[in-house]
């Protein structure tokens, strides 16, 4: 009887070290669609200010600090709103009131600023912004793109403002503008291209975007003012 249990020893622990394995594939099964989820996640809410969304897939979720955003979406702000996003990439996006943004695309992971594998797209479609660019742009300045109801903006490892001002039109009339805080951008319409380069250069289209972008200037203390203050908090 003695030699029995001898022998079974191994087969209970080969019996063990399968159920061992069953359970621990069960429990990645069971975990996997909540890993799924965050797959999509490109960045996260650092500050708020009012009310503000996020809608993906039919399904609009409200945002906070600490909310993910994803890939695909679309983030929209409420009227008096502010909100801060920082990606994965460290880069960051603040909206004004009354924003819509579309999150088309981020692609990055630790260490591909090395490979080059790296891109970042949106489209605002509404509202005042501003973008501080991170670890994409400085991996490659041509895999940044931000394109507004105006101009598609290329990216130079940068700091800068876009979006529609009253400052320097007649009462009740808006323009966009595009402003540069740091390093450069340009700034492309489907009637030509400009180059900001200089601190507090900026550059005006109409609203319809059926224009060339105004020669590069600095921009009146007026409407320095407007932009900063849109996306202040």
Do not use: C
């Amino acid at each position: 009887m003695l030699e029995n249990d001898r022998l079974s020893a191994p087969r209970r622990g080969f019996i063990v070290a399968v159920l061992t394995l069953l359970a621990l594939a069960a429990f990645l099964l069971i975990k996997q669609p909540a890993i799924a989820q965050d797959v999509g996640e490109i960045g996260q809410v650092t500050r708020i200010l009012g009310s503000a969304s996020e809608t993906m897939n039919g399904r609009t979720e409200t945002l906070q600090a600490g909310s993910g955003v994803h890939a695909g979406s679309v983030i929209e702000t409420g009227a008096g709103a502010r909100l801060v996003i920082v990606f994965i990439d460290a880069s960051q996006m603040t909206l004004g009131e009354n924003a819509q943004l579309t999150m088309d695309e981020m692609v990055y992971t630790a260490g591909a600023e090395q490979s080059g594998s790296v891109s970042q797209a949106f489209e605002v479609f509404e509202g005042t912004f501003r973008y501080l660019s991170g670890a994409v742009a400085r991996a490659d300045l041509g895999r940044v793109s931000v394109t507004t109801p105006v101009a598609t903006i290329g990216i130079r490892g940068t700091d800068f403002f876009g979006g529609p001002l009253a400052s320097g039109m007649p009462p009740g009339e808006l323009h966009y503008g595009f402003m540069i805080l740091e390093g450069a951008i340009e700034v492309t319409s489907v009637e030509g291209s400009v180059t900001l380069d200089d601190p507090e250069e900026g550059t005006f289209l109409p609203m319809h975007g059926q224009a060339a972008p105004t020669p590069p200037t600095r921009w009146e203390q007026e409407a320095i003012d407007e932009a900063f203050a849109s996306v202040a908090f």
